[in-house]
Structure formats: C-alpha cells, structure tokens
C-alpha cells in the first residue's frame, strides 16, 4: 500500500492530531506487508498492522509521541526475541505525527527520518522512480512512499439484500471505489458506508455510460426487466467484469434474449450468473463473501464463476 494522504486527513478532520505507523520494512515472516499503516489518535485507533504484542507496543509508542509532540520515530523489532511473537522475521515500523499543519500535499513524499536537509539525489530519483502502489523504501535515513493508485471502480446495480450485504463488505476493503445504484433515496440505508457513491435514479440504465470502462459490476436489482436492460447496456459500453445475480435458469434465458439484441456468445459469456459461489449458500452475506473472494481473485480482470445450479 501507499501512502493514503485522504485517510489521514479525515482522521486528523475528525480527532486532531494523529501518528501514522507504517510497516516500512520487514524480514522472514512477518504479519503484514510493507506499506500496511495504521493511525492512532489520542483516545482512538483505526487500521492494523497485524495485532498482537507488536500492534499493542506500537499503539502505546504513538500515544507517546501524542503526548510528548515528537515529529518521527523509527525501530526494528525482532518478532520472537523482542516480542515473544511466534512470525520469526522482524518488522521496521515508522512512527510520524500529523497534524493539519504538518499534513504532506498529495503524491509520493520523501520524509527524513532525522534532522532535516537536502534531500539528497539518490533519495530524489528513488522518488520520481516509484510506481503509484509501489511499496515503501528507506534510502539514506530518509523514507520515501509512492502515490496511491487510483481506486478500482465497483458499480453495483442494486440495494436490497444482497446488494447491501455486498456493499458492506467491500467497502472497508483499501483500493475500491463504490457507486451504488438503485430507483429511488428510500431504496439505500439510512447509513451508507464511508467511501460509497450512492445515486438514486429512476432510469438506472441510462447511467451506464457514466461508469468507466474499466469498472467491475455486479447487477442486483429487483426487477428482471431491469436487469437485462442493465446488461444490455453494459455490454453496449464495455466493462472490466460483470456479474448477474440469478440461477442458471435465468441466464439461459438472459443469454437468449441479449443474443436476440445483437451481441456476440463471447461478449455475452463475460457476464458471470450465477455470482459468488453456491457452496456457501443463498445467503445474502454467504452470497457477499463469494463475491468478494472473486473481484479479490480477479481484479478487475475476470470474475470467477460458479456454474452450479
């Protein structure tokens, strides 16, 4: 992961200053990857780096920091000898305190872990070089993180039972970008998840257009005409996956009738119906957790099918 500058400057928004601690290097086996953060605030956290002792010792090193006003901190922690931690590898964990003073502007940043100077040149171009996503790197007592890449869309046609429960899990999930889609305000929750786009609108299908082409898609409407016109439209439109929620009964015949419309057996086998994976159950949570190993699985390449009736 990188450095998620609107994460932390809702944190600092909504609970003052704050310190970041990020796994900025690790050897052997470790809990998390280099990149994971978490932010600790005076009387909150939010994030993981992996629980446990090493989680515990880095929560009460930021409240520390809190309380005393230091800008940085850096340590290497053995897991077992220091911390009785049964990982075998060691983390290098990074500690840095924000405020809206000190909040970085957006894109990759190069921070000195010690007294400030000039930045040297083997740190500047390490900068310029990285990728959007790319993991952290510490060069010359500096720490340098990429800019975030951009979030995957996620448009889901519809808010009932399932597409509530999918919403619910996806949406806490880091790199996505949810627009949610029914036919009227009452339709959504009272409380729609943070980071979710949610859109009432009388004719859905005339949104198509709007999503990128490279979104995923999981259509879950209540209405089977309206289903079939928001296929139809997505592959008029083009799309990174595509899901139905259905039985194989109904994609049968949905695959009729989009052929009837003029669209090509191969165009029509990327939409995915059934969606998730029956093993689970019919359960709109069970139905959720299927979903959301697949677009994990997948990216936004494919969606992984369960052709069981």
């Not at 949610?198 to 999981?218: F, K, Q, S, V």
């Not at 595509?242 to 009738?257: D, N, P, Q, V, Y």
């Not at 995915?272 to 994976?277: E, S, T, V």
């Amino acid at each position: 992961m990188s450095f998620d500058r609107d994460a932390l400057a809702a944190c600092i928004a909504a609970h003052g200053a704050a310190v970041r601690v990020l796994v900025a290097a690790t050897a052997g086996s470790a809990p998390r990857d280099p990149g994971t953060a978490m932010l600790v605030w005076e009387n909150g956290q939010s994030g993981t780096i992996g629980g446990g002792a090493l989680e515990h010792e880095a929560v009460l090193a930021a409240r520390d920091m809190l309380e005393a006003g230091r800008a940085t901190a850096q340590r290497r922690l053995p897991l077992g000898p220091a911390l009785r931690q049964c990982c075998g590898g060691a983390v290098t964990l990074v500690w840095e305190r924000f405020d809206e003073a000190t909040l970085p502007p957006p894109g990759p940043r190069a921070r000195a872990m010690g007294p400030a100077g000039d930045m040297p040149e083997a740190v500047a171009r390490k900068r310029a070089a990285m990728r959007p996503g790319a993991p952290p790197a510490l060069l010359d007592g500096w720490l340098i993180e990429a800019a975030m890449p951009e979030a995957r869309p996620l448009w889901v046609w519809g808010a009932g039972h399932v597409g509530r429960a999918i919403v619910s899990v996806m949406a806490p999930l880091p790199g996505r970008a949810i627009t949610w889609i029914d036919l009227a305000p009452d339709c959504f929750p009272d409380d729609i998840p943070e980071g979710v786009t949610a859109i009432p609108a009388a004719n859905p299908a005339a949104l198509m257009p709007r999503a990128p082409a490279e979104a995923d898609h999981l259509i879950l409407t209540r209405d089977h005409d309206l289903d079939l016109a928001l296929c139809h439209a997505a592959l008029a439109h083009g799309f990174a996956s595509c899901g139905l929620i259905g039985s194989a009964t109904k994609w049968a015949r949905f695959r009729s009738r989009l052929s009837a419309l003029g669209h090509s057996n191969a165009l029509i086998s990327r939409i995915a119906c059934p969606i998730g994976d029956t093993s689970l159950g019919r359960d709109p949570q069970a139905i959720a957790v299927g979903v959301a190993s697949a677009l994990l699985k997948g990216g936004n390449e494919k969606m992984t099918r369960d052709r069981a009736v």
